[in-house]
């Protein structure tokens, strides 16, 4: 089956479609209320790949529905494990968000400036002190108000962080795409 090409009505600009393949169920979650909150067009790929993620495979997922040429991939991933890494980083027809030790360090930084080394354990901890019913997978009444009010900041605050290192996340620059579309 071949894709299909997607058509802006007459007059009207397409707002481009975003694929986020992504590694589990926080990052589906989070996914999920960055497509309430922007209400633009998402797809998402949650898990079907795990650690076996390639450019063929995103291919093949995109062929089985409507493409545009604006359209924009992404793969949400930990940056924790080197070789999953190393193999995320080879993938050139997606952009990679990467956060270091787990996504949870971006939640986090929602919080307060974390800079020195953390596990995803600690971050979890940490998380739960701030929101004591934090659970993976699940995005809140009260972290979805954190993540709304306090957006700005973590973007400023995980712009000071070098990718890929621990702790790093850049998920700042999803946003700004997000946002860009939006204006």
Request: glycine content about 2%.
């Amino acid at each position: 089956m071949t894709s299909r090409k997607r058509q802006a009505p007459r007059g009207k600009e397409i707002n481009p479609k975003f694929w986020v393949f992504c590694e589990g169920e926080t990052e589906e979650a989070f996914v999920c209320y960055l497509k309430a909150k922007y209400r633009l067009p998402f797809k998402i790929i949650p898990r079907i790949m795990g650690q076996n993620i390639n450019e063929e495979l995103i291919d093949r997922h995109k062929k089985k529905s409507e493409t545009h040429p604006k359209d924009k991939t992404y793969l949400m991933y930990d940056a924790d494990v080197t070789i999953v890494l190393e193999k995320l980083k080879k993938i050139k027809s997606a952009k990679l968000l990467a956060s270091n030790p787990a996504i949870e360090y971006w939640f986090l930084l929602h919080y307060k400036n974390q800079t020195s080394k953390i596990s995803e354990s600690e971050c979890i901890r940490q998380l739960n002190n701030r929101n004591n019913r934090y659970k993976k997978g699940i995005i809140d009444k009260k972290l979805k108000k954190c993540l709304d009010s306090k957006q700005k900041e973590a973007c400023t605050r995980a712009k000071q962080t070098v990718l890929y290192l621990n702790p790093s996340s850049n998920i700042f620059e999803f946003i700004a795409d997000l946002e860009n579309v939006k204006k």
